[in-house]
């Protein structure tokens, strides 16, 4: 009677084909298990596995590969206020049993360089085409031609609490949404909160801001961009506040992982660039986000904060085609973590994309409604609304009163002369509805309105 295979003699074996989606021949898994398991061995365990019916064969003779068989099964995971369900594709289940493991019974690894070289934008694709459709069709159910970013806009302030919030929690932040609607909205810091906490939230509201708002001709995919969001992102919260807007010079650990990012602060630096170079080139704003996702936080190219910056440079191609923003409302942490996980120890991504589709439907359901039921636009106000910030805001800083002479000495670079009159009554009307709950729309601080406003009275 042959041996029985444990599963510790098999574990080896279906680890291996982990890396292998499509199946693996039997010298390919020879090469992979090279000292682990001579070719006899592998050959009879396949055979046992197979039998087993935890590997599939297909194929005969020298076409043979074996493939780890595929359990679906939805999964369901915790969130602050409940549980949400999961439908995760097949391989996402593998990469899920792997990464659930103890830290000693998972391999050490280091960056694999080749994921990134063999990526060619346009032609290597990490979203199928069937889910790239799904996906353009629920986030711009309008079709009619509009300015870039104009969606991102319409719901500006329901995304700067949302993202604010669901992105920190990710981060293991305790603020709830309430508490940081009051912090966005009214400066109310939470009582009982760590300090490091309000940072961060307030370092994600003028983030997303910047990226919405303020950086027109700036912001995209470039290096001013990423560091200037991880400037943003990591105000007050680095160890090292010289490490803020800067890509790293030194080497990093990632709690939770065997994962080793790159040392060597050259290599990084040119790894940055080829990142970047890569995901300008790719012409699908959905694999464009997510590209980004994916190898932003494998590289891990400042100290800390690299997540939430992929988070939100992810949203860069999104708004700048006037999509749905991604929000990552109601994202499970642990399916977050498991997803990059995957990346980081088995460079495969199948469970963060089925993290990042599950979370671009939940932010679609959310933002499609509240964009639909916002009126249209006022072109007057939309053609000068930076003139608006810059005076209005200008007003309050300054501590002027609101008065038509005021108004046009701050306005004349940047509004016409045959749109001035019509522009000061705009003003004059916007300052009768002023106050702390709407001062985030002009970059106006919560400090500078009090001031100003008390000298009014």
Same mark, same amino acid.
């Given at each position: 009677?042959?041996?029985? *295979?444990?599963?510790?003699?098999?574990?080896?074996?279906?680890?291996?084909?982990?890396?292998?989606?499509?199946?693996?021949?039997?010298?390919?898994?020879?090469?992979?298990?090279?000292?682990?398991?001579?070719?006899?061995?592998?050959?009879?365990?396949?055979?046992?596995?197979?039998?087993?019916?935890?590997?599939?064969?297909?194929?005969?003779?020298?076409?043979?590969?074996?493939?780890?068989?595929?359990?679906?099964?939805?999964?369901?995971?915790?969130?602050?206020?409940?549980?949400?369900?999961?439908?995760?594709?097949?391989?996402?289940?593998?990469?899920?049993?792997?990464?659930?493991?103890?830290?000693?019974?998972?391999?050490?690894?280091?960056?694999?360089?080749?994921?990134?070289?063999?990526?060619?934008?346009?032609?290597?694709?990490?979203?199928?085409?069937?889910?790239?459709?799904?996906?353009?069709?629920?986030?711009?159910?309008?079709?009619?031609?509009?300015?870039?970013?104009?969606?991102?806009?319409?719901?500006?302030?329901?995304?700067?609490?949302?993202?604010?919030?669901?992105?920190?929690?990710?981060?293991?932040?305790?603020?709830?949404?309430?508490?940081?609607?009051?912090?966005?909205?009214?400066?109310?810091?939470?009582?009982?909160?760590?300090?490091?906490?309000?940072?961060?939230?307030?370092?994600?509201?003028?983030?997303?801001?910047?990226?919405?708002?303020?950086?027109?001709?700036?912001?995209?995919?470039?290096?001013?961009?990423?560091?200037?969001?991880?400037?943003?992102?990591?105000?007050?919260?680095?160890?090292?506040?010289?490490?803020?807007?800067?890509?790293?010079?030194?080497?990093?650990?990632?709690?939770?992982?065997?994962?080793?990012?790159?040392?060597?602060?050259?290599?990084?630096?040119?790894?940055?660039?080829?990142?970047?170079?890569?995901?300008?080139?790719?012409?699908?704003?959905?694999?464009?986000?997510?590209?980004?996702?994916?190898?932003? &936080?494998?590289?891990?190219?400042?100290?800390?904060?690299?997540?939430?910056?992929?988070?939100?440079?992810?949203?860069? &191609?999104?708004?700048?085609?006037?999509?749905? &923003?991604?929000?990552?409302?109601?994202? &499970?942490?642990?399916?977050?973590?498991?997803?990059?996980?995957?990346?980081?120890?088995?460079?495969?991504?199948?469970?963060?994309?089925?993290?990042?589709?599950?979370?671009?439907?939940?932010?679609?359901?959310?933002?499609?409604?509240?964009?639909?039921?916002?009126?249209?636009?006022?072109?007057?106000?939309?053609?000068?609304?930076?003139?608006?910030?810059?005076?209005?805001?200008?007003?309050?800083?300054?501590?002027?009163?609101?008065?038509?002479?005021?108004?046009?000495?701050?306005?004349?670079?940047?509004?016409?002369?045959?749109?001035?009159?019509?522009?000061?009554?705009? *003003?004059?009307?916007?300052?009768?509805?002023?106050?702390?709950?709407?001062?985030?729309?002009?970059?106006?601080?919560?400090?500078?309105?009090?001031?100003?406003?008390?000298?009014?009275?």
């Amino acid at each position: 009677m042959p041996k029985r *295979v444990t599963a510790a003699e098999s574990q080896p074996i279906e680890d291996a084909l982990l890396r292998y989606p499509d199946g693996a021949s039997v010298a390919e898994l020879h090469r992979a298990l090279a000292g682990v398991i001579n070719s006899r061995t592998l050959r009879r365990r396949l055979a046992e596995l197979v039998a087993k019916g935890r590997v599939d064969r297909r194929g005969e003779g020298r076409a043979t590969r074996y493939i780890h068989a595929p359990t679906v099964a939805a999964t369901r995971y915790p969130v602050p206020n409940g549980a949400v369900e999961l439908k995760l594709t097949p391989y996402s289940h593998h990469i899920k049993e792997y990464v659930s493991r103890p830290l000693a019974a998972r391999t050490p690894c280091g960056y694999e360089r080749r994921l990134l070289d063999e990526y060619v934008p346009n032609r290597t694709a990490y979203l199928p085409d069937k889910l790239k459709v799904h996906l353009h069709k629920i986030g711009n159910p309008i079709q009619a031609e509009r300015a870039a970013g104009t969606f991102a806009r319409d719901i500006l302030s329901r995304l700067l609490v949302d993202f604010s919030w669901a992105s920190s929690l990710l981060e293991g932040n305790t603020y709830t949404r309430l508490d940081t609607e009051r912090l966005i909205r009214f400066g109310e810091q939470a009582t009982g909160k760590d300090a490091k906490e309000t940072q961060m939230i307030l370092n994600h509201k003028a983030a997303i801001e910047w990226l919405v708002e303020g950086g027109e001709g700036e912001v995209g995919i470039n290096r001013h961009t990423f560091l200037n969001l991880h400037a943003l992102l990591s105000e007050n919260l680095m160890a090292d506040p010289e490490a803020s807007g800067r890509l790293r010079r030194r080497p990093v650990d990632i709690g939770g992982t065997v994962y080793t990012p790159i040392a060597v602060p050259q290599v990084v630096d040119e790894l940055f660039m080829l990142i970047l170079q890569k995901a300008a080139l790719i012409g699908d704003p959905f694999e464009q986000a997510f590209f980004i996702m994916v190898h932003v &936080p494998y590289l891990q190219p400042f100290e800390d904060v690299n997540k939430r910056v992929s988070r939100l440079a992810a949203n860069i &191609p999104l708004i700048k085609n006037d999509f749905c &923003p991604l929000s990552f409302v109601d994202v &499970p942490e642990r399916a977050y973590i498991d997803g990059y996980l995957g990346v980081y120890e088995m460079t495969r991504m199948e469970l963060l994309r089925d993290v990042f589709a599950w979370a671009y439907e939940r932010s679609c359901r959310r933002y499609v409604v509240i964009r639909d039921s916002i009126a249209e636009p006022d072109l007057f106000r939309l053609k000068y609304r930076k003139a608006l910030i810059d005076v209005i805001g200008g007003i309050v800083r300054e501590g002027k009163e609101v008065t038509k002479q005021t108004i046009r000495e701050l306005a004349p670079a940047i509004v016409e002369p045959a749109d001035m009159e019509q522009f000061v009554d705009l *003003v004059e009307r916007e300052f009768t509805r002023l106050d702390e709950g709407n001062i985030a729309r002009y970059r106006i601080r919560l400090s500078d309105y009090r001031s100003w406003n008390n000298a009014r009275r």
